[in-house]
């Protein structure tokens, strides 16, 4: 009866430890916080850029700006608190609403308008760096060029 018993305690850890290892390996390829902002740009080279901010809880960890889809420069731009406990507390922005935004972009980019300022809110999304990080980011750096423009 003792030998049962030590089985079944061992057997039961096991079967708990695999149970608490499965959601961890899972979680490995859930996308950080991010906060993300497209606006005209600030510099005249460019049409648009996006500020990317990574969040953690409700503060800023890191945050970087692009003006094309290949260079990412660090900067400590901030934004209102209000909008950061907003992504961080509410809801994510969903992929069809990236995509609508991207719709959109695109028309204005084609008119020659100018681009329109907004926030988008990306978190707990599955399979990031899999396949989702791609369909998620893509229509936000759709209109934004690919690599410095030449002078």
């Known amino acids: 009866m003792a030998q049962f018993k030590k089985f079944t305690v ?27 902002e497209t606006a005209p740009s600030d510099n005249g080279d460019y049409r648009r850029m ?16 692009a003006y094309n889809r ?32 991207a719709r959109n972009e695109m028309g204005r980019f084609k008119a ?9 809110c990306i978190k707990n999304v599955r399979n990031w760096t899999g396949q989702n990080r791609d369909l998620y980011l893509d229509p936000i750096f759709e209109t934004l060029p690919y690599s410095v423009q030449a002078f």
């Open 10 to 36: 061992l057997g039961l850890a096991s079967i708990m430890g695999m149970a608490a290892l499965a959601p961890a390996a899972s979680a490995q390829d859930i996308s950080p916080t991010l906060l993300i």
């Open 112 to 120: 020659k308008r100018s681009p329109e300022s907004r926030f988008f």
């Open 50 to 65: 996006v500020h990317i901010k990574y969040l953690q809880g409700n503060r800023i960890e890191r945050s970087f700006v």
């Open 70 to 101: 290949t260079e990412f420069k660090r900067v400590d731009r901030q934004v209102s608190q209000e909008i950061i406990d907003k992504c961080a507390n509410g809801p994510a922005t969903s992929l069809s609403e990236i995509r609508s935004f």
